[in-house]
C-alpha cells in the first residue's frame, strides 16, 4: 500500500526531519557494524530495490501494530438516524441546565476546522468539577441519565477508585486540553462517537489510535449522552465503548475490562466487558489534541 499525498501533507516539518535523521543514523550504523568493503557496498548497490524493498517492510511493521488483529471483526451497524452532532451552544447549554454553575467553554474552538477522524465538536466538562475522585464524578453523570430516561446501571456500587480509572493516555490528554482551555469548565473537544472503531475490540482500538488520538470513558461519554440522547435508542444500532477507562470487577488490580453503553429493554445499560472482546455492535468512542 503506498503512502497517499493526505496522509505525507499531515507529517509535520519536525517529523519529516526527525524520520530522515533517524535513516540516515542508522545507514551509518549498519555500514560500520558491518564493515562492508568495497565489494560489499557494491554488492548491496546492484541490489539497491530489494534493499529499499527491506527498509520499507521495516518501517511498516513500526509504524502499524499487528497486535490485537484478530481482535476486529465486520459491522454493519451505525448510528441510529435520529442522532447528529449539536452545535457547541446548545450542548453548553443543556449542560449548564442539567448542572446548574457548571460554568462555560471556549466556543470559538469549535469554528476551527475539524482534526481527520473527528465527526463534531462535544462539550465535555472538566470531571474535577463534578468531584474530588473520577468514580464519584461518574455516578454524577449516570444518576442524571437515570433521572431523565429509562437507565440501569450493572456496575452499582462498583465505581469506586479499586474499580474503576482512566487509561493513562486519556488522563494525559483530558490533561493538556485542561491546559489549553484552562480558564473553562467546559472543555470544546473534537470527537468521534464510535463509528471510526467499530468491529474493534478496545485494546485493538487503542492499539491503532492515531498519535493525538485518545480513548473516551464513561464521564465524557456520558456527558455525551446527556447532550446526544439520541445516540442511544434502540437494540439495533452500534453502542459505545469506552476505551478511555479501565475496570477491575473484583477490585484486584486487573483492570482488564472496559466500562460500556448499549440500549435495550427500552433502556440505556450501563455495563463493562473485558476489553479483548469484539462485537460488530459496539465501536470506541475517541477524541483528539492537536499535534
Excluded at 535513516?23 to 565489494?39: F, H, P, Q
Excluded at 466556543?107 to 465535555?124: H, R, V
Excluded at 468531584?131 to 431523565?148: F, H, N, Q, R
Amino acid at each position: 500500500m503506498t503512502m497517499t499525498t493526505q496522509s505525507i501533507t499531515s507529517i509535520t516539518d519536525g517529523q519529516k526531519k526527525q524520520y530522515l535523521r533517524f535513516v540516515e543514523d542508522a545507514a551509518l550504523r549498519a555500514l560500520k557494524e558491518t564493515a562492508l568493503d568495497k565489494d560489499g557496498i557494491q554488492k548491496l548497490i546492484e541490489n539497491g530495490d530489494e534493499f529499499q524493498a527491506r527498509i520499507v517492510t521495516g518501517i511498516k511493521e513500526l509504524s502499524v501494530s499487528n497486535q490485537f488483529a484478530d481482535e476486529e471483526v465486520q459491522s454493519s451497524y451505525t448510528y441510529p438516524k435520529g442522532y447528529k452532532v449539536k452545535g457547541i451552544t446548545e450542548q453548553t447549554n443543556i449542560l449548564r441546565q442539567l448542572f446548574p454553575g457548571i460554568g462555560f467553554a471556549d466556543e470559538k474552538l469549535a469554528d476551527q476546522p475539524l482534526p481527520p477522524n473527528a465527526e463534531g465538536w462535544f462539550a465535555i466538562p472538566k470531571w474535577e468539577k463534578f468531584a474530588p475522585t473520577y468514580g464519584e464524578a461518574v455516578e454524577k453523570v449516570l444518576a442524571m441519565i437515570g433521572s431523565k430516561r429509562k437507565f440501569y446501571n450493572y456496575r452499582d456500587g462498583q465505581l469506586g477508585t479499586e474499580y474503576l480509572r482512566q487509561h493513562a493516555k486519556t488522563a494525559k490528554m483530558f490533561q493538556k486540553l485542561g491546559d489549553e482551555q484552562k480558564d473553562h469548565d467546559i472543555l470544546v473537544v473534537p470527537a468521534q462517537f464510535g463509528l471510526r472503531h467499530k468491529g474493534r475490540s478496545v485494546r485493538r482500538a487503542r492499539e491503532v489510535f492515531a498519535a493525538n488520538e485518545f480513548g473516551l470513558g464513561a464521564f465524557a461519554i456520558g456527558i455525551m449522552l446527556l447532550t446526544h440522547p439520541e445516540r442511544e435508542v434502540q437494540w439495533e444500532q452500534l453502542h459505545v465503548d469506552c476505551a478511555g477507562d479501565e475496570f477491575s470487577p473484583d477490585a484486584d488490580g486487573d483492570f482488564s475490562l472496559a466500562p460500556l453503553f448499549r440500549f435495550g429493554g427500552g433502556r440505556v445499560r450501563f455495563g463493562a466487558r473485558w476489553c479483548g472482546s469484539a462485537g460488530g455492535d459496539y465501536g470506541s468512542a475517541s477524541a483528539f489534541v492537536s499535534q
